[in-house]
């Protein structure tokens, strides 16, 4: 059966840096698209970042846009999530996605049990 592992999460200050690691077990990250999202509290869980089966594809919120960004590491089986510039309003519970798709839809989803990252001063 698969996992999805999340760490990284904390408490940073407005304008500082955390990375959030999301480590997979039980079957291959390199064979499914990867996302981050969020959920703050109150309200309903949110596309972050996304990342392509193949690599080659990113999709970014425009809310993140140009300070976090999506890698995948396949030596590890982890796929990482650098956060540059935090705001207050990142304050979320970010989880980890991976799935993997045939030409009639989702074969395969896994999410990670999240990590809570407050932004305050």
């Known amino acids: 059966q698969g996992q999805l592992v999340e760490r990284g999460g904390g408490l940073v200050q407005p304008g500082g840096s955390l990375r959030l690691s999301c480590a997979a077990s039980g079957f291959s990250l390199a064979n499914y698209a990867v996302s981050w999202h969020r959920q703050s509290s109150g309200k309903e869980r949110e596309f972050v970042v996304g990342l392509s089966t193949s690599g080659r594809q990113t999709s970014y919120s425009d809310s993140v846009k140009g300070r976090f960004s999506i890698s995948r590491d396949s030596a590890e089986n982890t796929v990482y999530l650098q956060m540059n510039s935090l705001k207050p309003e990142d304050t979320a519970v970010y989880y980890c996605?991976?799935?993997?798709?045939?030409?009639?839809?989702?074969?395969?989803?896994?999410w990670g049990q999240g990590t809570q990252v407050t932004v305050s001063s």
């Open positions: 996605k991976a799935a993997n798709y045939s030409d009639f839809g989702p074969l395969k989803t896994y």
